[in-house]
């Protein structure tokens, strides 16, 4: 059972509540055979609300040290660990000092150590965690077996040998006991590795892997070329020939350097490394490449992910934040038993609070997300300690279900889509289908990262498409469309760019030339985000997709050219609208937070406006300059609801206008969920590249309130079907 199973039924948390008080009766009846009068109360002080959180008792210093003395030898342990900590605590703050044990729900023992009257800028508390020392470097998947959790001490420095034999041992349990990550192809290699046979006598040797007489395990390298590459060796024209004859390890940067001793002492003969087996100024040779990322990282044997390094030249082995005295210490006590694998008297000790991690330049950087998914096995050296994740386990080094900076949604992602097999069809709801609301997750989580060439916005990520795509390739439902599926459409068509605009500033210019059709999120820069009822409503679809007349090319997106080509036949409710961007002014942040993601820049409104006088905010795709500012003539016809001038009532419409509106599909809710129906539109705009066709400009929303007669205010009253191209 991982440490993080459900809680949330009445059920699971009086089942909770009543083996935590078993696990600290044990936990006493270890220490002694009757009741401490110190730290008891931790059998009964069981939380009453919110499910299973924490138990604790408080006392004194000379509570603690009596009830020690009495011969509690939990007691014992919080004073060694306290004495581990600093020595001479107890002594200062005898009189005055606190001291609380908390039992949190993963079995983690916690003190807090209380000071009175503390100086300027100090808090005035420390806080402790005690665990069970393990000597096993392969963790057991936790489990509330026991009265305290167990951990393993974190290396102090990667390069030292029990780091290696650490990695090594991780890779070997995983290698010989898990079944589900027995799937690579052993039959496939990249087009080119690094051979490390002669790495030893400072010499690498790059391998067109048709020379091979077999296939044979490689490893990978994830990480971040960085800004400063002068100097930095890579594979071009000039020199291709020259690196099948030899490559001087020492010409090579510190990362790389670095990962050709990590798959040496995991004893894996070949590296691939994208700046050496990629003839990086070779276009065709990139594309082909590029476009195989997917069998590249999910056929190797491991993936090692340098996160320390924000640059190719910095590396990434070496000393660790959390394996220096500063943050862990070890300490016996009299404590207990033997339990199982660990020697109770052998206890671990990390110091205050872990602080909230900065993203590593791998977790920012766009190829990167697909580095850390596509994977079956991957390393993440971080400044903290390492991390361990293949697809049956994921580790930190002290044994901890924790990971990187973004690992939670990306690993819930990747669980999604990998336990689908592919997109599938049937319900429309997407929790019946992962794959479509795990892509959605993919495109946020993907576009709040950075690019050095914009014009990868789609082949950086298409190594995940293909693994989205895999188990149904050559049915139509399944085809990719330059970002979307077509299985997954209308929804995946609903992005909002800028995201949510409650905390984003807006949307960014669409770049020139276009690089994907104004459909796709990824004609634009920056993030685009999926409004929340996508994620979980029901779907209510309002447009027909003519799949015969709708394509993209090339399918997958995997090239630099910026001319991805793609076009959507959709027959659906479409009306005229007149649109325009007004100056508004916000006097405070609740106003603006009430008018939803519309309001997509702080200083400015955007409204299409129908022949009945109905309007309606949107998100626009690109920035938008105010047409209308404060004091010029009809800006309160736009801004308020019940007012209108003579010019503005008496407007001619036409089909011919140059906005419309299509209506795409609504979402409703489970019965009696708080949350109101929503109906989307596609805000168009005539293009003017492609005669008869029509482009995306913005997305917008109607909230069908039960209050609300469905006659009023209705963009689409007047509304007839069309059949509209969208390029």
């Excluded at 689908?420 to 069809?425: D, E």
């Excluded at 429309?428 to 993907?446: A, F, H, N």
């Excluded at 990520?461 to 390739?473: E, F, K, R, W």
């Amino acid at each position: 059972m991982d440490p993080y199973y459900q809680f949330g039924s009445p059920r699971a948390q009086n089942h909770s509540r009543q083996r935590l008080s078993q696990y600290f009766r044990t936990l006493v009846k270890l220490a002694f055979g009757h009741p401490c009068p110190v730290c008891q109360s931790l059998n009964h002080s069981l939380p009453s609300r919110r499910g299973l959180s924490r138990v604790k008792a408080k006392g004194s210093v000379p509570a603690f040290q009596g009830s020690r003395d009495a011969g509690c030898r939990v007691c014992r342990m919080a004073l060694d660990a306290i004495k581990t900590f600093q020595r001479g605590w107890c002594k200062a703050y005898f009189a005055n000092g606190q001291i609380t044990l908390m039992f949190a729900r993963n079995s983690t023992l916690q003190l807090w150590l209380d000071r009175p009257s503390p100086p300027a800028g100090d808090a005035g508390w420390d806080t402790l965690t005690v665990f069970l020392a393990l000597d096993d470097p392969v963790i057991p998947r936790f489990k509330l077996e026991g009265p305290l959790a167990y951990s393993t001490s974190i290396v102090a420095d990667t390069r030292t040998d029990e780091a290696f034999r650490r990695v090594s041992s991780w890779l070997e349990d995983c290698l010989s006991k898990h079944d589900i990550c027995k799937t690579v192809n052993r039959g496939f290699m990249p087009s080119r590795v690094v051979d490390l046979r002669l790495a030893d006598e400072y010499k690498l040797i790059l391998v067109p892997t048709s020379r091979l007489q077999r296939s044979a395990p490689y490893a990978c390298l994830s990480y971040c070329w960085g800004s400063d590459l002068d100097g930095v060796v890579t594979t071009v024209k000039a020199n291709v020939q020259a690196h099948q004859l030899g490559i001087s390890l020492m010409t090579l940067p510190r990362t790389v350097r670095d990962a050709v001793m990590v798959a040496q002492k995991l004893a894996i003969r070949y590296l691939w490394v994208d700046a050496l087996c990629i003839i990086q100024d070779d276009g065709d040779d990139w594309a082909r490449e590029s476009v195989r990322m997917c069998d590249i990282y999910s056929n190797s044997k491991i993936t090692i992910a340098a996160h320390r390094a924000a640059s190719c030249k910095d590396g990434f082995l070496g000393e660790q934040i959390q394996g220096q005295p500063s943050w862990q210490r070890e300490f016996k006590t009299k404590f207990g038993r033997k339990y199982r694998d660990a020697n109770p008297r052998k206890m671990l000790l990390r110091l205050g609070h872990q602080p909230m991690g900065v993203p590593s330049a791998l977790e920012i950087r766009g190829w990167t997300l697909q580095e850390c998914i596509l994977p079956g096995r991957i390393i993440h050296y971080t400044e903290e300690e390492l991390i361990w994740e293949c697809n049956t386990r994921h580790f930190c080094e002290c044994g901890h279900v924790e990971g990187p900076q973004d690992g939670g949604e990306t690993r819930k992602v990747k669980t999604q889509i990998r336990k689908s097999g592919g997109i599938r069809g049937g319900n429309p709801k997407p929790s019946s289908d992962p794959t479509i609301e795990g892509w959605m997750q993919l495109v946020e989580r993907y576009t709040e990262r950075r690019l050095t060439y914009s014009s990868d916005r789609l082949v950086a990520i298409a190594g995940l498409a293909q693994m989205v795509q895999a188990s149904s390739t050559g049915t139509i439902e399944s085809e990719y469309l330059a970002g979307l599926f077509r299985k997954a459409l209308p929804r995946h068509l609903l992005w909002i760019a800028g995201g949510n605009s409650i905390t984003l500033e807006g949307a960014l210019p669409r770049p020139s030339p276009s690089r994907a059709p104004s459909w796709s999120w990824a004609s634009i820069d920056g993030r685009a985000h999926y409004p929340g009822e996508l994620h979980s409503g029901w779907e209510d679809a309002s447009i027909v997709i003519d799949h015969d007349r709708s394509f993209c090319c090339p399918a997958q997106g995997a090239t630099r050219d910026p001319a991805v080509r793609g076009e959507l036949l959709l027959e659906g409710l479409a009306a005229p609208v007149k649109l325009i961007t007004v100056e508004a002014r916000f006097d405070n942040p609740m106003e603006r937070h009430s008018l939803g993601w519309a309001a997509t820049w702080m200083d400015r409104l955007t409204y299409v406006w129908a022949q009945d006088g109905s309007r309606s905010k949107v998100a626009c795709d690109t920035a938008r300059d105010p047409e209308l500012r404060f004091g010029d003539k009809g800006h309160g016809c736009w801004i308020s609801d019940d007012h209108r001038c003579d010019r503005c009532k008496a407007q001619s419409w036409a089909l011919d206008m140059e906005y419309c509106v299509m209506k795409v599909a609504a979402y409703h809710n489970e019965a009696g969920s708080p949350f109101t129906p929503v109906e989307y539109f596609l805000v168009l705009q005539r293009s003017v590249s492609v005669k008869g066709a029509w482009e995306r400009i913005g997305l917008g929303e109607i909230k069908l309130r039960q209050d609300k007669p469905k006659t009023e205010g209705d963009l689409f009253r007047e509304a007839k079907t069309l059949k509209l191209r969208i390029v």
